[in-house]
Structure formats: structure tokens, C-alpha cells
């Protein structure tokens, strides 16, 4: 069971997708930052974590002196529920003297999270508001575009898709739309021009904001229905990237950027997202 630290609160985060879910429900209370930020992504956060240090990950090998050294009173781990690790990072937790907090980072279980991060911290009431409109855009997109075609495009070239059981596929599948199939032992898996060809896109969305350019230059892939139509779009990435990396609560604006873009209405898409951000960060 989760254990609550003694006030006040400081959060170590065990990950990224934590980081960003102890920003956005109580800034204050976040002790560092999984990867440094740069100054765009700063400016669209609140002041109090602009400056924060970047913390070690707490992997084998990283002791309690990183948690102490922050003055953490609570590790916090978000992510897909792994036992073995909870364990783990409760131990460490403990022997440096701090709670520790498990929450399920997957998508449907990001309102039940928010709200149980919300009673840890003391911030039932702004959990409770951002747990209920995230409740609400789950069951608007739940299926929304069911039977669409959609390439998620990685890397620079945007040749490369999250591997099948990756939760960065776990939002498209929310929507309802049908991702190239792509095993591999890695987290990302390569496709080719033939795979993309027998996949036939309506859609394709990239990570890296240079991909589209790319896609479009690559005279293999003209016959794509995705780019004889320019359904091509890369995702917006600021303050995090809202489809993925980190796969936490940033990926609300994703969701309802995606939903609208596909829709066929990118400007009510981009507000839509930005809306978003505002909500979760509170900056414009």
C-alpha cells in the first residue's frame, strides 16, 4: 500500500511520466526533473520548476543519497503496474527515510491517479476537477476513429513505430485507430516502404517535427494514400510532446488534438491541445 510522506511534501520522481504528473497537480511539491529542461519547455511551465535540478533516475546502482540529497519526502513511480519494481523502489524509499507512491500510468487510469495523487498531497480539489475533465475527453475519444489507418511515425525519417505492447500505442488504440503491425525486441521497430505500402495510412503522425519533410521526400513512398492526400502531421512537442515521451498525463493533449485533427479540423485540433496545456501547467 502507498505510503503517505510526513508534510511538507517533496517529491522525488522514479521516472519522467511522474515528473510531469506531480507538475501539473502541485509544482511546488516536485523536487527535480528525470531530464533536463530546455528553455522553451520552461517557459510553458510554472516558475517554481523552471530551475529545478536535473535528479538521477532511480535505477539498480542509484542509492538513497540521491533521494536524500533533494530532501524528498515521497518517491513517486507512474507507469505500467510492475510489482517487482514497486518493491523495489518502496524499499529504497524507505531506507532513505521517504513514502513512496505507485500510481497506473496507463491511459484509462489516469483520472483514478490524479485523484489519488491529489489526496497524498493535499490537493484533493484541483485533482478532482482534472480527474473529471480527463474522465470526460476519455469517453468523448473512446473509438472516435475507429477503423482508421494511422502511421505513427519515430525518428528523424519517421521510418520507425512503437513496437507492438508499447504504451506509446496505447492512445491510437483508445481512438480506435489501427497502427502497422510491428514486432520487434526493441521499443521502437523499422518499416520499410513495402510495409508501409501494404499498410496504406490514411494518416500519419510523426514524433520528430523534421519527419514529415522527410516522408515527403522519399520518392518510395508517393503512392502512400496518407501522402497523396497530405494527411501528415507532426505532433506538437511543447511543453512535453503530447502523443508520447513521456507516455503520462501530457498525452490528454494529444488526445484531443489527434481527435480534431483527424476529424478534419486542425484549428479547433491545436486549440483543443493547447486548451490542454493550459489546464494541466497553467501557463500560456
Known amino acids: 500500500m502507498p505510503t503517505d510522506p510526513p508534510a511538507p511534501h517533496r517529491i522525488y520522481p522514479a521516472g519522467h511520466p511522474a515528473a510531469v504528473l506531480a507538475c501539473a ?32 533516475r532511480l535505477r539498480r546502482g542509484v542509492g538513497q543519497g540521491a533521494i536524500r540529497a533533494v530532501g524528498a519526502t515521497l518517491v513517486l513511480d507512474v507507469g505500467s503496474p510492475d510489482p517487482a519494481e514497486s518493491d523495489r523502489l518502496r524499499a529504497l524509499a524507505a531506507a532513505a527515510g521517504a513514502g513512496f507512491l505507485t500510481l497506473d500510468g496507463r491511459l484509462a487510469a489516469l483520472p483514478d491517479s490524479v485523484r489519488a495523487l491529489g489526496r497524498a498531497l493535499g490537493v484533493a480539489d484541483r485533482a478532482e476537477s482534472l480527474a473529471e475533465a480527463a474522465a470526460a475527453l476519455l469517453a468523448a ?20 513505430t512503437p513496437a ?54 522519399n520518392p518510395a513512398l508517393a503512392d502512400l494514400p496518407a501522402l497523396r492526400q497530405d ?29 480534431h485533427l483527424i476529424a478534419g479540423d486542425p484549428a479547433t485540433a491545436r486549440h483543443e491541445g493547447e486548451g490542454w496545456v493550459r489546464r494541466l501547467f497553467g501557463v500560456d
Open 141 to 160: 475519444t473512446a473509438g472516435a476513429l475507429n477503423g482508421c489507418r494511422i502511421h505513427y511515425g519515430c525518428g528523424p525519417d519517421g521510418l520507425e
Open 231 to 259: 494527411h501528415v502531421a507532426a505532433a506538437p512537442a511543447l511543453p512535453f510532446p503530447w502523443l508520447d515521451r513521456p507516455p503520462g498525463i501530457n498525452r490528454l493533449a494529444g488526445l484531443a488534438w489527434l481527435h
Open 164 to 217: 507492438e505492447g508499447a504504451l506509446a500505442r496505447e492512445l491510437f488504440a483508445h481512438l480506435g485507430a489501427a497502427l502497422p503491425p510491428a514486432a520487434g525486441p526493441g521499443l521502437l521497430v523499422p518499416l520499410g516502404p513495402a510495409d508501409l505500402a501494404a499498410f496504406a495510412p490514411d494518416w500519419i503522425v510523426t514524433l520528430d517535427p523534421a519527419a514529415p519533410a522527410a516522408l515527403r521526400a
Open 25 to 56: 497537480l502541485a509544482p511546488g511539491a516536485l523536487a527535480g526533473w528525470t531530464r533536463p529542461l530546455a528553455a522553451e519547455q520552461a517557459v510553458l511551465l510554472p516558475a517554481v520548476v523552471r530551475d529545478l535540478p536535473t535528479v538521477p
